[in-house]
């Protein structure tokens, strides 16, 4: 049987929700999506998405990574090689492991340029 997550209803709950080593990686990209420009985070998809002009932005803790996503992820690829593409639109995911440490000055980086264009190229989820 599957375990069954229970939904919450902010981000701030979410991290709450969260132990050990995949609270810290969160709490880690949290802090630096909030230095970088403080996209608007709220619950979708059962995990933290940040908006700016369209979906900028995901941190989904599983059971054995943190993910940190990109919608133009692939356009960020310069700054960060290890973005992974996949799935719609330009998603790229970088995949952080127990005993991964959050490197605050590429993720601030990351989220500046992720920002950045959203507001330049337009809202990821609208084609054309």
């Not at 992974?84 to 790229?92: R, T, V």
């Not at 605050?104 to 990821?124: F, Q, Y």
């Amino acid at each position: 049987m599957m375990r069954k997550e229970v939904p919450v209803e902010s981000p701030e709950a979410y991290v709450a929700a969260l132990g050990g080593w995949r609270r810290d990686i969160v709490e880690a990209l949290r802090a630096a999506t909030r230095t970088a420009g403080d996209p608007e985070a709220r619950i979708k998809w059962g995990h933290i998405v940040c908006f700016s002009n369209g979906p900028v932005l995901l941190i989904r803790a599983e059971e054995a990574h943190v993910l940190f996503g990109f919608w133009r992820g692939k356009r960020l690829r310069h700054v960060e090689p290890r973005l992974k593409a996949g799935g719609k639109y330009e998603l790229a995911t970088m995949t952080f492991l127990e005993g991964d440490t959050v490197d605050t000055a590429l993720a601030e980086k990351l989220v500046r340029e992720a920002i950045r264009l959203n507001a330049e190229v337009g809202d990821p989820t609208k084609s054309g």
